[in-house]
């Protein structure tokens, strides 16, 4: 730690007339440019460190405000982190904007087109990555010491284009033209070994610590990012490791003979490992090399807490009263055992102590209900790759199995059940249960999917261990959802309730109910939601060349593409919808403008299929003068955080469609009815808790209930039956099939139309009739305009609690048990 005399005491100064001289000298003297021959990048650079600087300062002060309090500090590991644009992120929690516009203007160039430079790290696939930077947004905001831990992936989550309509996937260089955000450490760079052997250790002959000896080892090299709280002076860290060879791996002697493919092999293979983010967050491809990335990035981040932790303590006795630490999803797992691994082969502490202290570090978060994502690994794959691990996970088995028998004496299905190793023909290792088992705390991420975990995927350990188990609702953060995504409506909303303490105390937004009656009040918010959806259709049009109507219905549906979501579903709908206008085309209707955004993981087919559909469909729609009159249905290719940020504002209607039992929470829900607009959705995830609070009145709600769900998949579900029974459902899968999307080549969408007649995983045919009756009562409500207004005004001022400020107080309070420390300005 830097003593107070050498770090400035103010590196940068408050006014405005501050900032423009560091803005002109940090192009001067960091781009070695002037402002007549500055690029847009350099602008962009320079004005990317300008603001930075302003947080670096506060930066040092958390950091030395925490060395001097020595907390107890959450640590996150993630695989994933959607953290979005930082520029305007920044500038606000800065409070720099209202200096940068008039700055920018006196220069002739505009904080927009600089934007265009500001890349968003996409080093996650959805809604469990954004929920991490959420939670970091959150932890610094509520002054809790934190530090978040990744991968900093060299490509992140692919680009997404279309071609023919068919989803083409290109790669995320994002740090082409540098990363003005992050800082490196080298200093803090770690070891890390693969596969060898391991051997009795002679310092305890037949004892259970052993000595493992790496067949490969490769560097981490951390960098950091600044993760500022917004309205306080807390700047915390999110460490993102890059594998680099270690320094011997160039082979000189090689190049020297003209091997220079050769020459670098070793480098290659090492850095491979960070080189990219696998793009399915269901399955595993790329095993061994997935598994690579899993065990660097627990094996670096771990060494780097126990470094941070000795900084201050020593002795293992308080570790764990000072590191608590949370494991976003399994991925992270393999931190259990290299914790026990540290403790007792590297540091001579006991097995059952460093069990002890183990346990009481782990926190896990389960994100999912769907069985083919609960994440297993080969035995045999392990062995060879982390020999130590796997000898380590068996100690742990051991002993736990122990303990279930004990429970269940006599009972010889439970520990089959129960045990980490699931037997077969190939017999692998079960992440989920070692999370479980190595944890304080397990926690799901919605109330029914809590539930659902205790009865059903975790269910044996539910009942041995009923303390464990926990509810902690997601949320997301207001500043990047609200507050940023919608200028417009923060403005209108801080003018009701009269200052911006809305933004950390969202339950504030309660407020604004009474405002639901004021006609004037109705007004403006309906003007808000005008100019954002004028916006929209601009951007709409740059983007896809499709003109559409700001004073439609925008009915959107944003989510990675997956089956149990039910894109299916909602393209059976605008079928249906087409299918009526074709057969009364002078009947009156809504006008609506349905929006898709998504990617599919690139391996899965019946998905990308799904989406050549969607954009088929559009382009039929979209170019019959007869349906394009009362509907448009467009496709912005490569939906991430940024798309996300535009597209929810201008939202009048958010599809949560999923299966119910299926979605573990959804946040995608949560930014949209915070924005005002109003949901149709199943029971499913937190659309229960969303509709709890904002009134069924205010919700559009059809479909099956969890338990239906499962009733009629025990009786045996027949799609066919659903089809043969409804005139319009039959149609709209009929027009499928009759290639009319295809220029009628009968075989083009043939996979699509099979799967939903003979297998339909996720009944969407059962729900049809349902879902189609309340799109139609959706648009009574829409032609009320007052009354859409009101329940609109009243979906924001109810979401308060899905602010991720509750979330990760629940989470200090219930499972990490930290206190804040503040940062004196
Ligand atoms: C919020 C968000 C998600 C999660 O959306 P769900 O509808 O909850 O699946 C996925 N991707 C991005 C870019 C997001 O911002």
């Known amino acids: 730690m830097t003593e107070a005399r050498h770090r400035p005491r103010r590196t940068v100064g408050d006014s405005l007339e501050d900032f423009e001289r560091d803005l002109i000298s940090n192009l001067y003297y960091q781009r070695g440019t002037t402002i007549e021959s500055a690029s847009g990048p350099d602008g962009y650079h320079t004005l990317a460190v300008t603001v930075r600087d302003r947080l670096v300062d506060r930066y040092a002060r958390t950091a030395a405000a925490h060395y001097a309090a020595n907390p107890r500090f959450v640590y996150y590991l993630s695989a994933e982190y959607l953290l979005g644009r930082q520029l305007r992120q920044n500038l606000l929690y800065t409070d720099t904007e209202r200096w940068v ?108 610590r052993r000595v493992w000896v790496p067949g490969e080892t490769v560097r981490g090299e951390p960098r950091h990012m600044l993760v500022p709280g917004y309205g306080t002076q807390t700047v915390n860290i999110i460490r993102l490791w890059q594998a680099r060879a270690s320094r011997e791996s160039f082979d000189l002697a090689r190049f020297g003979v003209g091997q220079y493919v050769e020459a670098v092999d070793d480098i290659v293979r090492a850095e491979n490992i960070s080189k990219v983010l696998y793009p399915d967050d269901s399955t595993e491809p790329g095993r061994e090399l997935r598994l690579k990335q899993q065990y660097f990035l627990v094996a670096c981040s771990l060494r780097d807490i126990i470094r941070r932790y000795r900084l201050r303590n020593s002795g293992w006795e308080h570790f764990a009263d000072k590191v608590v630490i949370q494991l976003n999803d399994t991925h992270p797992v393999m931190a259990v055992t290299e914790l026990m691994r540290l403790l007792v082969d590297e540091h001579g502490v006991g097995w059952d102590e460093a069990w002890d202290i183990t346990r009481r570090t782990f926190n896990y978060t389960c994100h999912t209900l769907l069985p083919e994502a609960l994440e297993t690994w080969p035995v045999r794959l392990l062995e060879r790759l982390l020999p130590r691990h796997m000898e380590i996970i068996y100690a742990i088995n051991h002993f736990f199995l122990e303990e279930v028998r004990a429970a269940y004496p006599g009972d010889t299905d439970m520990p089959r059940r129960m045990s980490i190793i699931q037997e077969g023909d190939e017999r692998r290792v079960r992440m989920a249960h070692l999370a479980v088992i190595g944890s304080t705390a397990v926690n799901g991420v919605a109330e029914l999917q809590t539930k659902l975990l205790a009865e059903t995927t975790l269910h044996d350990f539910a009942v041995l261990w009923p303390e464990r188990f926990h509810n902690v609702t997601n949320g997301v953060t207001p500043r990047r959802f609200l507050r940023m995504a919608n200028p417009r409506l923060s403005e209108l909303i801080t003018g009701a309730l009269g200052d911006e303490g809305w933004l950390t105390d969202l339950e504030r937004l309660h407020g604004l109910g009474t405002h639901a009656d004021d006609p004037d009040f109705r007004a403006a918010w309906r003007a808000v939601k005008r100019q954002n959806k004028g916006d929209l259709a601009a951007a709409v049009e740059r983007a896809t060349g499709v003109l559409i109507d700001p004073d439609a219905l925008a009915d959107v549906m944003i989510k990675r593409f997956h089956e149990y979501k039910r894109q299916q579903l909602k393209l059976l709908h605008v079928i249906t919808m087409m299918n009526r206008i074709r057969a009364d085309p002078q009947a009156t209707y809504v006008p609506r403008t349905v929006l898709f955004g998504g990617k599919a993981a690139p391996g899965y087919l019946a998905m990308k299929q799904l989406i050549e559909l969607v954009n088929a469909v559009a382009g039929v729609v979209n170019t019959d003068p007869v ?127 099979d799967a939903m007649l003979h297998r339909d995983e996720y009944m969407a045919l059962a729900d049809y009739r349902a879902y189609v009756d309340c799109q139609d009562t959706v648009e009574q409500a829409w032609l009320d305009t007052e009354r859409w207004t009101r329940m609109s005004i009243l979906n924001t001022a109810r979401c308060g609690f899905f602010s991720s400020d509750r979330t990760v107080r629940e989470y200090c309070e219930r499972i990490w048990k930290v206190d804040p420390v503040r940062v004196n300005p």
């Open 101 to 208: 516009r008039p700055i920018a203007e006196d220069l002739g160039v505009s904080l927009e087109a600089l934007e265009v430079y500001d890349v968003e790290p996409g080093l996650g696939n959805g809604g469990l990555g954004r929920l991490a930077a959420c939670l970091l947004d959150s932890l610094a905001t509520l002054d809790i010491p934190a530090v978040g831990y990744g991968i900093r992936y060299e490509f992140g989550i692919f680009k997404q284009t279309f071609r023919d309509g068919r989803q083409v996937e290109r790669p995320d260089d994002w740090t082409f033209y540098g990363n003005p955000w992050e800082f490196p450490a080298p200093d803090d760079r770690q070891l890390v070994g693969f596969y060898g052997a391991t051997q009795p250790d002679p310092r305890d002959p037949g004892g259970l």
């Open 627 to 753: 349906l394009a009159r009362h509907l448009r249905v467009v496709f912005p290719p490569d939906y991430n955080v940024t798309k996300a940020q535009f597209v929810i504002p201008a939202a009048d209607l958010s599809e949560q469609i999923s299966l119910a039992g299926k979605e573990a929470s959804g946040t995608g829900n949560m930014k949209l009815a915070l924005n005002g607009a109003l949901t149709i959705g199943t029971l499913d995830g937190a659309n229960i808790e969303i509709r709890d609070r904002v009134g069924a009145d205010n919700f559009f709600l059809f479909g099956m209930d969890a338990q239906a769900a499962a009733d009629l998949r025990r009786s045996g579900y027949s799609p066919r039956a659903y089809y043969e029974a409804d005139f319009e459902l039959r149609l709209a899968v009929d027009t499928i099939a009759s290639g009319a999307f295809a220029k009628g080549d009968r075989d083009a969408f043939a996979p699509v139309v």
